[in-house]
Protein backbone atom coordinates (compact mmCIF):
# COMPACT_ATOMS: atom_id res chain seq x y z
CA UNK A 1 0.00 0.00 0.00
CA UNK A 2 1.33 3.44 -1.04
CA UNK A 3 1.66 5.48 2.53
CA UNK A 4 0.42 8.76 1.58
CA UNK A 5 0.07 12.58 3.46
CA UNK A 6 -3.41 11.34 4.92
CA UNK A 7 -2.67 7.96 5.57
CA UNK A 8 0.61 8.54 7.53
CA UNK A 9 -2.07 11.93 9.58
CA UNK A 10 -4.29 9.13 10.57
CA UNK A 11 -1.83 7.08 11.66
CA UNK A 12 -0.43 9.91 13.77
CA UNK A 13 -3.66 11.53 14.81
CA UNK A 14 -5.63 8.25 15.90
CA UNK A 15 -8.14 7.63 13.26
CA UNK A 16 -9.14 4.58 11.77
CA UNK A 17 -8.37 5.63 7.71
CA UNK A 18 -7.47 8.47 5.72
CA UNK A 19 -10.89 8.57 4.58
CA UNK A 20 -11.32 10.85 8.11
CA UNK A 21 -10.47 13.46 6.57
CA UNK A 22 -12.72 13.61 3.66
CA UNK A 23 -15.58 14.33 6.24
CA UNK A 24 -13.55 16.64 8.31
CA UNK A 25 -13.07 18.84 4.87
CA UNK A 26 -16.37 18.33 3.92
CA UNK A 27 -17.36 19.42 7.18
CA UNK A 28 -15.02 22.52 7.37
CA UNK A 29 -16.48 23.32 4.01
CA UNK A 30 -20.19 22.92 4.03
CA UNK A 31 -20.67 22.97 7.98
CA UNK A 32 -23.29 19.53 7.92
CA UNK A 33 -22.70 18.06 11.28
CA UNK A 34 -22.94 21.09 14.10
CA UNK A 35 -23.31 20.60 18.03
CA UNK A 36 -25.92 17.81 19.41
CA UNK A 37 -26.78 16.58 15.93
CA UNK A 38 -28.05 13.25 15.73
CA UNK A 39 -26.11 11.00 12.97
CA UNK A 40 -26.29 8.27 10.90
CA UNK A 41 -23.51 6.74 8.99
CA UNK A 42 -23.86 4.65 6.30
CA UNK A 43 -21.20 2.00 5.01
CA UNK A 44 -19.38 3.44 8.08
CA UNK A 45 -16.43 0.89 8.64
CA UNK A 46 -14.00 0.99 9.94
CA UNK A 47 -15.15 3.85 11.65
CA UNK A 48 -12.86 6.83 10.64
CA UNK A 49 -16.23 8.93 9.61
CA UNK A 50 -17.87 8.26 12.99
CA UNK A 51 -15.03 9.14 14.94
CA UNK A 52 -15.01 12.63 13.32
CA UNK A 53 -18.97 12.43 13.50
CA UNK A 54 -18.76 11.96 17.28
CA UNK A 55 -16.04 14.69 17.53
CA UNK A 56 -18.57 17.42 15.73
CA UNK A 57 -21.71 16.57 17.09
CA UNK A 58 -21.10 15.18 20.65
CA UNK A 59 -24.71 13.53 20.65
CA UNK A 60 -26.00 10.50 19.44
CA UNK A 61 -24.35 8.51 16.09
CA UNK A 62 -24.76 5.45 14.83
CA UNK A 63 -22.86 3.33 12.22
CA UNK A 64 -23.72 0.77 10.01
CA UNK A 65 -21.66 -1.26 7.85
CA UNK A 66 -21.76 -4.56 6.66
CA UNK A 67 -18.72 -5.36 8.54
CA UNK A 68 -18.25 -5.54 11.96
CA UNK A 69 -17.22 -2.26 13.04
CA UNK A 70 -14.91 -2.57 16.37
CA UNK A 71 -15.27 -0.22 19.46
CA UNK A 72 -15.97 3.59 19.32
CA UNK A 73 -16.69 4.98 22.82
CA UNK A 74 -20.33 6.31 22.70
CA UNK A 75 -21.34 5.34 18.98
CA UNK A 76 -23.73 2.47 18.48
CA UNK A 77 -22.98 0.27 15.79
CA UNK A 78 -25.62 -2.21 13.79
CA UNK A 79 -24.08 -4.28 11.39
CA UNK A 80 -26.37 -4.45 8.24
CA UNK A 81 -26.80 -3.86 5.01
CA UNK A 82 -28.27 -0.82 3.31
CA UNK A 83 -29.94 -2.33 0.63
CA UNK A 84 -32.60 -4.17 2.38
CA UNK A 85 -35.57 -2.45 4.66
CA UNK A 86 -34.89 -5.35 7.77
CA UNK A 87 -31.82 -2.96 7.89
CA UNK A 88 -33.78 0.57 8.16
CA UNK A 89 -35.98 -1.50 11.17
CA UNK A 90 -33.01 -2.31 13.10
CA UNK A 91 -32.00 1.31 12.95
CA UNK A 92 -35.43 2.07 14.35
CA UNK A 93 -34.77 0.18 17.29
CA UNK A 94 -31.98 3.11 18.24
CA UNK A 95 -33.19 6.69 16.89
CA UNK A 96 -36.40 7.42 15.32
CA UNK A 97 -35.06 10.74 13.20
CA UNK A 98 -31.51 12.28 12.27
CA UNK A 99 -30.44 15.53 11.48
CA UNK A 100 -27.54 14.37 9.41
CA UNK A 101 -26.93 11.18 7.62
CA UNK A 102 -23.86 10.67 5.65
CA UNK A 103 -22.84 7.94 3.56
CA UNK A 104 -19.19 6.72 2.24
CA UNK A 105 -20.43 2.96 0.89
CA UNK A 106 -19.04 1.89 -1.93
CA UNK A 107 -18.93 -1.60 -3.41
CA UNK A 108 -16.16 -3.87 -3.67
CA UNK A 109 -14.67 -3.04 -6.90
CA UNK A 110 -14.41 -5.68 -10.02
CA UNK A 111 -12.69 -3.85 -11.99
CA UNK A 112 -15.20 -3.72 -14.65
CA UNK A 113 -15.76 -0.05 -14.84
CA UNK A 114 -19.97 0.01 -16.07
CA UNK A 115 -20.63 -2.71 -13.79
CA UNK A 116 -18.82 -0.83 -10.98
CA UNK A 117 -20.30 2.52 -11.59
CA UNK A 118 -23.72 0.59 -11.67
CA UNK A 119 -23.50 -1.06 -8.54
CA UNK A 120 -22.30 2.32 -6.85
CA UNK A 121 -25.12 4.29 -8.28
CA UNK A 122 -27.84 1.31 -6.64
CA UNK A 123 -25.61 2.01 -3.25
CA UNK A 124 -26.11 5.30 -3.43
CA UNK A 125 -30.41 4.67 -4.23
CA UNK A 126 -30.59 2.62 -1.36
CA UNK A 127 -28.55 5.22 0.73
CA UNK A 128 -30.90 7.88 -0.16
CA UNK A 129 -33.89 5.46 1.02
CA UNK A 130 -32.78 5.04 3.84
CA UNK A 131 -31.85 8.83 4.41
CA UNK A 132 -35.13 9.67 3.75
CA UNK A 133 -36.85 7.01 6.62
CA UNK A 134 -34.80 9.46 8.88
CA UNK A 135 -34.09 12.56 8.10
CA UNK A 136 -36.13 15.27 9.88
CA UNK A 137 -36.94 18.34 7.55
CA UNK A 138 -34.03 20.15 6.89
CA UNK A 139 -31.92 17.86 7.60
CA UNK A 140 -28.36 17.03 5.66
CA UNK A 141 -27.11 14.44 3.81
CA UNK A 142 -23.67 13.73 2.13
CA UNK A 143 -23.43 10.47 -0.34
CA UNK A 144 -20.02 9.36 -2.05
CA UNK A 145 -21.12 9.05 -5.59
CA UNK A 146 -18.95 8.13 -8.79
CA UNK A 147 -19.09 9.56 -11.66
CA UNK A 148 -20.50 7.78 -15.26
CA UNK A 149 -23.46 7.61 -17.26
CA UNK A 150 -25.98 7.46 -14.60
CA UNK A 151 -24.31 10.40 -12.47
CA UNK A 152 -27.31 13.05 -13.78
CA UNK A 153 -29.52 10.72 -13.18
CA UNK A 154 -29.22 10.52 -9.53
CA UNK A 155 -28.45 13.87 -9.05
CA UNK A 156 -31.95 14.80 -10.66
CA UNK A 157 -33.51 12.75 -8.06
CA UNK A 158 -31.64 14.12 -5.70
CA UNK A 159 -31.76 17.95 -6.54
CA UNK A 160 -36.18 17.28 -5.91
CA UNK A 161 -35.61 16.24 -2.35
CA UNK A 162 -32.96 18.65 -1.03
CA UNK A 163 -33.02 22.56 -1.54
CA UNK A 164 -29.23 22.80 -1.83
CA UNK A 165 -26.54 20.35 -3.17
CA UNK A 166 -23.44 20.81 -4.40
CA UNK A 167 -20.36 18.40 -5.67
CA UNK A 168 -17.64 18.18 -3.78
CA UNK A 169 -14.01 16.11 -4.03
CA UNK A 170 -12.24 16.75 -0.82
CA UNK A 171 -8.54 16.83 -1.05
CA UNK A 172 -7.99 13.69 0.70
CA UNK A 173 -9.55 12.11 -1.63
CA UNK A 174 -7.19 9.69 -3.85
CA UNK A 175 -6.25 12.32 -7.39
CA UNK A 176 -7.39 9.39 -9.70
CA UNK A 177 -10.61 8.25 -8.12
CA UNK A 178 -14.01 8.78 -9.99
CA UNK A 179 -15.46 9.61 -6.41
CA UNK A 180 -17.33 12.74 -5.53
CA UNK A 181 -19.69 13.44 -2.48
CA UNK A 182 -22.82 14.94 -2.84
CA UNK A 183 -23.59 17.58 -0.08
CA UNK A 184 -27.33 17.92 0.33
CA UNK A 185 -28.47 20.25 2.85
CA UNK A 186 -32.40 21.41 3.66
CA UNK A 187 -34.26 17.94 2.68
CA UNK A 188 -37.81 18.17 1.86
CA UNK A 189 -39.86 16.31 3.62
CA UNK A 190 -42.97 16.93 0.52
CA UNK A 191 -41.42 17.55 -2.58
CA UNK A 192 -42.18 19.91 -5.03
C1 LIG B 1 -14.87 3.28 1.94
S1 LIG B 1 -15.54 2.23 3.15
C2 LIG B 1 -16.14 3.37 4.35
C3 LIG B 1 -15.08 4.03 5.18
C4 LIG B 1 -15.65 4.80 6.34
N1 LIG B 1 -16.30 6.03 5.90
C5 LIG B 1 -14.57 5.18 7.34
O1 LIG B 1 -14.23 6.36 7.43
O2 LIG B 1 -14.09 4.30 8.06
C6 LIG B 1 -17.01 1.64 2.39
C7 LIG B 1 -17.84 0.73 3.26
O3 LIG B 1 -19.10 0.49 2.62
C8 LIG B 1 -19.55 -0.76 3.12
N2 LIG B 1 -20.69 -1.26 2.34
C9 LIG B 1 -20.69 -1.63 1.04
N3 LIG B 1 -21.91 -2.08 0.69
C10 LIG B 1 -22.69 -1.99 1.80
C11 LIG B 1 -24.05 -2.32 2.06
N4 LIG B 1 -24.85 -2.83 1.12
N5 LIG B 1 -24.54 -2.11 3.30
C12 LIG B 1 -23.74 -1.60 4.27
N6 LIG B 1 -22.44 -1.27 4.08
C13 LIG B 1 -21.92 -1.47 2.86
C14 LIG B 1 -18.31 -1.63 3.03
O4 LIG B 1 -18.45 -2.76 3.86
C15 LIG B 1 -17.21 -0.67 3.48
O5 LIG B 1 -16.92 -0.83 4.85
Same mark, same amino acid.
Given at each position: ?24 ? %?? *????? &???? /? !? #???LGAA ?18 VDLQKI ?8 IRGDIT???T %?? *????? &???? /? !? #????A?PN ?84
Amino acid at each position: MRRDYFYKKAKREGYRTRASYKLKQ %IN *KKFNV &IGRG /D !V #VLDLGAAPGGWLQVAKELSMGTVIGVDLQKIEYILDVKTIRGDITIDET %IF *KIKEE &IQTA /D !V #VVSDASPNLSGNWSYDHARSIELSESALKVAEAFLKPGGNFVVKVFRGDLYDTFLDTIRKRFGYVRAYTPEASRKQSAEIYLICKKYKLEQA
